[in-house]
């Protein structure tokens, strides 16, 4: 996730409901042209409520999958959350869910009778009904010892304040040395009924019989399944395959591609790829999947139809020559663990020899003849070579994998050997030697599937790969795309096919690019179409040529965790690829006027025809806006901004908004008469903070009460009117000149 790690702290168990209401037209004077901006049929609602204990609300971390909730990071203590939890980056998490009336807000807070802090990375279901999370336990001999003790929390966010509801997972994992433990959380099961994490051997509560880090499998206990803790990388003798070898959850880091755990965990949770060395540390890595967490299966082995079983000695695994073969790198895997794709520089399908790195798909199901097994009794039944050249003579070359399709229909990766022939529908042909962008379809009619190209990517200024390429003007190069670059590449899919395809590049891919700054492109694997989203409004700003501003996406995921696997904190498109959203600091928009990064959204016409951008964010803000989520059915687009785009917005803290097709609420009510008596003049102190027991909600267009002012909540006002003789104005008030002078004597000032 985006996020680091975040410790929360001893929240006050109760529910506390802030209920924002917007209107449809109640955008503030200020903001009113920018909406203008929007799409048709958007319209702004404000998501994070007006009061935020002086704090901004920021770092979108999970976007429900029908738009109706958004979690958000704050360091404001406010809707439940206590001033004295304990923080890590200064920021706690918080679910706001849509309602008739607006949106609510709670705080993700465990119950102080439970920890004071989370660490490590939250996960989330995608309807956000469930978080995990790992929590420091009081050492009961020692109080002043918190970061020797962890366990795995899963809890209901409907019902945050309710300890019970904060149910232990697994066993205490203790360090023995009395120094800081963490679990290395890898992924789940989509349940979290099946968790992956790895730790070392030096703790309490994992299994004993190992000095290195090591991966564990922890069966939660649901659908009447026994709970147990387990090994994860374990032969046909059910012992480690080395004491000395690490295993990873998907692939390991490796010089020509990026690290994957792209659903190494199946949906069922009933298998677990991973890989590890075989005899010592310093072998070449396999890849093998754990079934049912009984059995083990070699993924990466040659597969020779109809091989005597001998082939590969009396066990199935480790197959014979695996300490010698070339190391194996994990690229994906389909959801429901069907079909596996990696890359390796072993010659594994019998074909003509390639010594270069290959991309193979392995799938895997019952044995032919049985039409039914049970998951123990699956295996290998077919393992294809995805990157055949059309010179069988020619190397692949394969440089990395960029996406897997969750259903693994698709597979979006990198080679320099020509792979397929003829060009794309608008032109382009891959170029030997070049980084050529291909995507791999399965194909009922040809077992083998078939490969076509998308484009030539860029590896630095005027270069592609080891071919020279005058598209390519800018020295970045495209190879964070593919390459272990210590960032996620910024590329998505759209759909359970990957039918779509979005992505950055640097390269002029298409005719109407003439800059030389990174722009985002879109393409259509069934109708071969790649076109550049990234330009202007109607055709605005030299429709997007201008070199000084490059054009983003928020980066896709590799990660193993459920909210990764859903990208529910990063969704750049739509499930059905008709609508994209980016940002860019490039004024595409005649509406976008602070010189700062804006989220503008790409938009398909009717009937798949053309595409249309428009500024989404309001513009004029005073911050840029990095980033926005868009949910699968592209009806919302969150984001976070300072700029007041509704009236209800009154301070110049960021906010996270909506920008919701058919959105908005009623109009808010007339406001009342001012008081201009002293009898309604109210007290001269602040009110008490909303951080009591109950719950607060705020009628249709109302605002809560304005926490006590500060150094970094002002802004700016309507000038009011004057007082009357002997009264002066405090605190937005007029108060009688001998109250104000004694109220000036308790003042404490403001907070943050």
């Given at each position: 996730?985006?996020?680091?790690?975040?410790s929360?702290?001893?929240?006050?168990?109760?529910r506390?409901?802030?209920?924002?209401a917007?209107?449809?037209a109640?955008?503030?004077?200020?903001?009113?042209?920018?909406a203008?901006?929007?799409?048709?049929?958007?319209?702004?609602e404000l998501?994070?409520?007006?009061?935020?204990?002086?704090?901004?609300?920021t770092?979108?971390?999970?976007?429900?999958?029908d738009?109706?909730?958004v979690?958000?990071?704050s360091?404001?203590?406010?809707?439940?959350?206590?001033a004295?939890?304990?923080?890590g980056?200064?920021?706690?998490?918080?679910?706001?869910?849509?309602?008739?009336?607006?949106?609510?807000?709670?705080a993700?807070?465990?119950?102080?009778a439970?920890?004071?802090?989370?660490?490590?990375d939250?996960?989330f279901?995608?309807?956000?009904s469930?978080?995990?999370?790992?929590?420091?336990?009081?050492?009961v001999?020692?109080?002043?010892?918190?970061a020797?003790?962890?366990q795995?929390?899963?809890?209901?966010?409907?019902?945050?304040?309710?300890?019970?509801d904060?149910a232990?997972v697994?066993?205490?994992?203790?360090?023995?040395?009395?120094?800081?433990?963490?679990?290395?959380?890898?992924?789940a099961?989509?349940?979290f009924?099946?968790?992956?994490f790895?730790?070392?051997g030096?703790?309490?509560?994992?299994?004993?019989?190992?000095?290195?880090?090591?991966?564990y499998?922890?069966v939660?206990?649901c659908?009447?399944?026994?709970?147990?803790?387990r090994?994860?990388?374990?032969?046909?003798?059910?012992?480690?395959?080395?004491?000395?070898?690490?295993?990873?959850?998907?692939g390991e880091?490796a010089?020509?591609?990026?690290?994957?755990?792209?659903?190494?965990?199946?949906?069922e949770?009933?298998?677990?790829?991973?890989?590890?060395?075989?005899?010592?540390?310093g072998?070449?890595?396999?890849?093998?999947?754990?079934?049912?967490?009984?059995?083990?299966?070699?993924?990466?082995?040659?597969?020779?139809?109809?091989?005597?079983?001998?082939?590969?000695?009396?066990?199935?695994?480790?197959?014979?020559?695996a300490?010698?073969?070339?190391?194996?790198n994990?690229?994906?895997?389909?959801?429901?663990?069907?079909?596996v794709?990696f890359t390796s520089?072993?010659?594994?399908?019998?074909?003509?020899e390639?010594?270069s790195?290959?991309?193979?798909?392995?799938?895997?199901?019952?044995p032919?003849?049985?039409?039914e097994?049970?998951?123990?009794?699956?295996?290998?039944?077919?393992?294809?070579r995805?990157s055949?050249?059309?010179?069988?003579?020619?190397a692949?070359d394969?440089?990395?994998?960029?996406r897997?399709?969750?259903d693994?229909?698709?597979?979006?990766?990198?080679?320099?050997?020509?792979?397929?022939?003829?060009a794309?529908?608008?032109g382009?042909?891959?170029?030997?030697?070049?980084?050529n962008?291909?995507?791999?379809?399965?194909?009922?009619?040809?077992?083998a599937?078939?490969?076509?190209?998308?484009?030539?990517l860029c590896?630095?200024?005027d270069?592609?790969?080891?071919a020279e390429?005058?598209?390519?003007?800018?020295?970045?190069?495209?190879?964070?795309l593919?390459?272990?670059?210590?960032?996620?590449?910024?590329?998505?899919?759209?759909?359970?096919?990957?039918?779509?395809?979005?992505?950055?590049?640097?390269?002029?891919?298409?005719?109407?690019?003439?800059?030389?700054?990174?722009?985002?492109?879109?393409?259509?694997?069934?109708?071969?179409v790649l076109?550049?989203?990234s330009?202007?409004?109607?055709?605005?700003?030299?429709?997007?040529?201008?070199s000084?501003?490059?054009?983003?996406?928020?980066a896709?995921?590799?990660?193993g965790?459920v909210?990764f696997?859903?990208?529910?904190n990063?969704?750049?498109i739509?499930?059905?690829?008709?609508?994209?959203?980016?940002?860019?600091s490039?004024?595409?928009?005649?509406?976008?006027?602070?010189?700062?990064?804006?989220l503008?959204?790409?938009?398909?016409?009717?009937?798949?025809?053309?595409g249309?951008?428009s500024?989404?964010?309001?513009?004029?803000?005073?911050?840029?806006?990095?980033?926005?989520v868009?949910?699968p059915?592209g009806?919302?687009?969150?984001?976070?901004?300072?700029q007041?785009l509704v009236?209800q917005?009154?301070?110049?803290?960021?906010?996270?908004y909506?920008?919701?097709?058919?959105?908005?609420?009623?109009?808010?009510?007339a406001p009342?008469?001012?008081?201009?008596?002293?009898?309604?003049?109210?007290?001269?102190?602040?009110?008490a903070?909303?951080?009591?027991?109950?719950?607060?909600?705020?009628?249709?267009?109302?605002?809560?009460?304005a926490?006590?002012?500060?150094?970094v909540?002002?802004?700016?006002?309507?000038?009011?009117?004057?007082?009357?003789?002997?009264?002066?104005?405090?605190?937005?008030r007029?108060?009688?000149?001998?109250?104000?002078?004694?109220?000036?004597k308790?003042?404490?000032?403001?907070?943050?």
């Open positions: 996730m985006r996020a680091a790690n975040v929360h702290g001893r929240g006050m168990p109760v506390l409901v802030l209920l924002v917007l209107t449809v109640g955008v503030c004077a200020g903001a009113a042209s920018s203008l901006a929007l799409s048709s049929g958007r319209a702004y998501v994070s409520p007006p009061f935020k204990g002086g704090f901004g609300a770092l979108i971390e999970g976007v429900r999958e738009g109706n909730g979690i958000y990071y360091p404001g203590a406010f809707a439940g959350a206590s004295g939890f304990s923080v980056l200064d920021s706690a998490r918080y679910l706001a869910t849509r309602e008739g009336a607006g949106w609510s807000t709670v993700l807070v465990p119950p102080s439970l920890s004071n802090e989370v660490i490590g939250a996960d279901a995608p309807s956000l469930q978080e995990l999370v790992q929590l420091q336990l009081e050492d001999e020692d109080p002043s010892q918190f020797n003790r962890i795995f929390f899963l809890h209901s966010v409907d019902t945050p304040e309710v300890g019970t904060w232990s697994g066993p205490i994992m203790q360090s023995l040395n009395k120094e800081p433990v963490t679990a290395n959380y890898h992924g099961s989509s349940d009924c099946h968790l992956i790895e730790i070392g030096g703790a309490i509560g994992v299994l004993p019989g190992s000095g290195s880090s090591q991966l499998e922890l939660s206990g659908h009447g399944e026994p709970a147990a803790l090994f994860v990388a374990l032969n046909d003798h059910q012992k480690l395959f080395s004491p000395d070898c690490t295993s990873e959850a998907g880091a010089f020509e591609s990026g690290e994957s755990s792209f659903n190494a965990v199946a949906a949770g009933s298998e677990i790829f991973f890989t590890t060395c075989i005899a010592n540390s072998s070449d890595r396999q890849l093998f999947v754990r079934l049912d967490g009984t059995r083990t299966l070699e993924i990466s082995k040659p597969l020779v139809p109809k091989a005597p079983a001998e082939a590969c000695g009396k066990s199935e695994i480790p197959c014979k020559g300490e010698t073969r070339a190391s194996t994990f690229a994906g895997a389909s959801e429901d663990g069907s079909r794709f520089e072993a010659s594994l399908t019998g074909e003509a390639d010594t790195r290959n991309l193979y798909l392995a799938t895997i199901g019952c032919e003849g049985e039409p097994c049970v998951v123990a009794g699956r295996t290998v039944t077919s393992l294809t995805v055949r050249t059309i010179d069988k003579a020619e692949a394969v440089q990395g994998v960029v897997v399709a969750p693994g229909s698709r597979v979006y990766f990198v080679a320099q050997g020509v792979l397929s022939e003829g794309r529908g608008q382009g042909a891959p170029v030997r030697g070049a980084d962008l291909y995507v791999y379809e399965r194909d009922a009619h040809d077992p599937g078939r490969v076509a190209f998308v484009a030539e590896s630095g200024q270069a592609s790969g080891e390429d005058v598209h390519c003007p800018n020295t970045a190069g495209d190879t964070s593919w390459f272990e670059t210590g960032v996620s590449p910024e590329a998505q899919t759209a759909g359970v096919d990957g039918r779509s395809l979005v992505f950055c590049s640097y390269g002029q891919l298409t005719a109407g690019d003439t800059d030389s700054a990174k722009d985002v492109y879109r393409y259509d694997a069934e109708t071969g076109e550049r989203i330009v202007g409004e109607g055709g605005y700003d030299g429709n997007g040529n201008d000084r501003f490059d054009a983003t996406i928020l896709g995921h590799h990660g965790s909210s696997q859903h990208e529910l990063s969704r750049a739509s499930e059905d690829g008709s609508r994209i959203v980016f940002t860019t490039e004024p595409l928009s005649p509406q976008a006027v602070n010189g700062l990064s804006n503008y959204e790409w938009h398909q016409g009717p009937e798949g025809t053309g249309e951008v500024l989404v964010s309001g513009g004029s803000g005073d911050q840029p806006v990095t980033d926005g868009i949910s059915s009806q919302d687009v969150f984001f976070a901004t300072t007041a009236s917005d009154t301070d110049e803290l960021s906010d996270v909506d920008a919701r097709i058919g959105g908005g609420f009623p109009e808010a009510p009342r008469q001012q008081c201009s008596s002293d009898a309604c003049q109210g007290p001269l102190t602040n009110p903070p909303l951080l009591v027991p109950g719950s607060v909600s705020q009628a249709p267009g109302e605002n809560l009460p926490p006590m002012a500060s150094p909540t002002t802004k700016s006002r309507p000038k009011s009117a004057k007082c009357k003789k002997g009264h002066v104005r405090r605190k937005g007029c108060v009688k000149e001998k109250q104000a002078r004694s109220a000036s308790r003042h404490r000032g403001g907070g943050k």
